[in-house]
């Protein structure tokens, strides 16, 4: 064990809203079987944090804390693991303070992890940097999808974590939905099932139903969550639900019902003081407005988000709230402020390396370049929008910047080239099942292929 610890709580270190998740993550822990073996994987943002946690663990789950050898534990971590074989108390393994030059290499060892923990029945929480988490994500995904319980969280003086949002095929979102509701029907066919462990695997089967377009389930799973988090006293959860509850209300144009659930989130949002939430509450509001033609009040919400999240210095929140207001000064035609709010949009998206935002704002500019005849300008945003789209494997997004490549050439006159990347769009659309976009693409082919005379079908091959 350690020798000293700094003596301080996770209240006095994590925002209000991470209490909850925090909470609900140590009942979790609390609940599991510690003859059964199971891996818990929490990132966090500083030392101060991760030796906060560290302490709680020690102190309320009786955890035995892995000593560091030359700092470096995941060089070592099959003789220190091998040790605590037929062991039944969690084991601590700390790598958030490893500061190493290739951790490409530190998460290619992690995948050592499953294999040891399965074979000698471990308990194993390892807390990461949230730097080194993302290297882990997408290096070692094995180690990953073996964890029962991953959290993130983030230390109340240190910068807010970005969250940096990856678009799933849908085959490997069908497959998340399906493993998350297995977890929550294991859960409810038990005699005593742990209130804790089943809201999390409500709002996680719910997550993912929305993912996937399955709004009926994702509707009544997030109602159960709800439910659990009031009956649990759990408002962060609450919250949580209430907006993705919102969410779906909007989704389905039943805006009276998306407001009354955005309006009871930002009541807890201002209550436990989560800027965040509250922003981002006000922000949904904000939108919401704006779907229902009333401009005014889109951009009354959506400035008192950027008050809310600039408060915060919450990059993320202001970019798109930015990006929001400058898509409706662009249908107001008030093409320079709106210019003006979606290059800042962009350049933060840029700033955090973002790169779905990025290439987000960067079409829009292209619309607003489109519109005022800048077509030179047009084609260069969108040609990069599609470069970014196409190195994120965004598939909606490369479609859509085919799509308005193809309305400058047509606006240009140029219908050949525009009849080319239109096709390309309408490839994009079909293979990824976006019926929508597919639809409306199919209706531009025809419109300009009934303008063009058969015997002018030479489609040229444009470079993009």
């Known amino acids: 064990m350690p020798t000293s610890h700094p003596k301080l709580t996770i209240d006095q270190l994590l925002f ?34 991760g030796d906060a946690i560290v302490a709680d663990l020690i102190k309320k789950i009786n955890s035995v804390y892995l000593e560091e050898q030359d700092g470096k534990p995941s060089e070592h971590l099959y003789q220190l693991l091998h040790q605590y074989k037929d062991f039944n108390r969690p084991i601590l ?13 530190a998460a290619e ?3 050592w992890h499953r294999d040891i923990i399965t074979r000698n029945t471990l308990c194993l929480i390892v807390l990461v940097d949230a730097s080194f988490y993302m290297t882990i994500l997408t290096k070692a995904y094995d180690f990953v ?45 038990k005699k005593r099932p742990h209130k804790a462990v089943l ?37 962060d959860y609450q919250s949580r639900s209430l907006v993705r509850l919102g969410a779906l209300h909007h989704r389905s144009q039943q805006y009276d019902k998306a ?25 949904n509001i904000g939108l919401l407005f704006y779907h229902q033609k009333n401009s005014a009040k889109a951009k009354d919400y959506l400035e008192r988000a950027i008050k809310t999240h600039q408060a915060l210095n919450y990059k993320e929140g202001l970019a798109n709230h930015k990006g929001h207001i400058g898509l409706i000064y662009l249908e107001e035609k008030k093409f320079s402020e709106s210019l003006e709010y979606i290059r800042e949009a962009y350049q933060i998206h840029k700033e955090l390396g973002y790169m779905r935002g990025a290439a987000t704002q960067l079409g829009n500019m292209g619309l607003i370049y489109k519109e005022t005849k800048a077509y030179e300008k047009a084609l260069y945003c969108h040609k990069h929008a ?16 085919l799509f308005n490549l193809g309305e400058v050439y047509e606006q240009q006159g140029d219908l050949n080239k525009a009849l080319f990347y239109f096709i390309e769009a309408l490839s994009v659309f079909y293979k990824h099942q976006l019926e929508t976009h597919t639809q409306l693409t199919r209706e531009k082919i025809v419109a300009i292929v009934l303008t063009i005379e058969v015997n002018d079908l030479g489609i040229a091959q444009p470079r993009y």
């Open 16 to 49: 209000n809203k991470q209490k909850g998740r925090y909470q609900l993550f140590l009942d979790t822990v609390l609940h599991l079987d510690f003859s059964m073996p199971f891996l818990a994987t929490i990132s966090v943002d500083t030392e101060r944090l």
């Open 93 to 105: 393994l700390p790598l958030y303070r490893e500061k190493t030059d290739n951790p490409q290499l």
């Open 109 to 111: 060892q992690l995948l």
């Open 145 to 189: 999808s073996y964890s029962n319980v991953i959290e993130q969280f983030t230390d109340e003086q240190a910068a807010i974590e970005t969250d940096f949002k990856a678009t799933e095929s849908p085959s490997s979102g069908l497959e998340a939905f399906d493993e998350a509701e297995v977890l929550l029907l294991e859960e409810l066919d």
């Open 199 to 235: 809201l999390r695997r409500y709002f996680s089967a719910a997550e993912t139903a929305y993912q996937i377009s399955r709004l009926e389930k994702a509707r009544q799973y997030f109602e159960k969550a709800y439910q659990l988090a009031s009956s649990l006293q759990n408002e």
């Open 259 to 283: 407001l009354e659930n955005y309006q009871k989130a930002l009541e807890i949002d201002r209550r436990t003081g989560d800027l965040e939430g509250e922003g981002n509450t006000l922000g």
């Open 386 to 401: 599609l470069e970014l789209d196409k190195a994120i494997g965004f598939a909606q997004g490369e479609g859509e910047d």
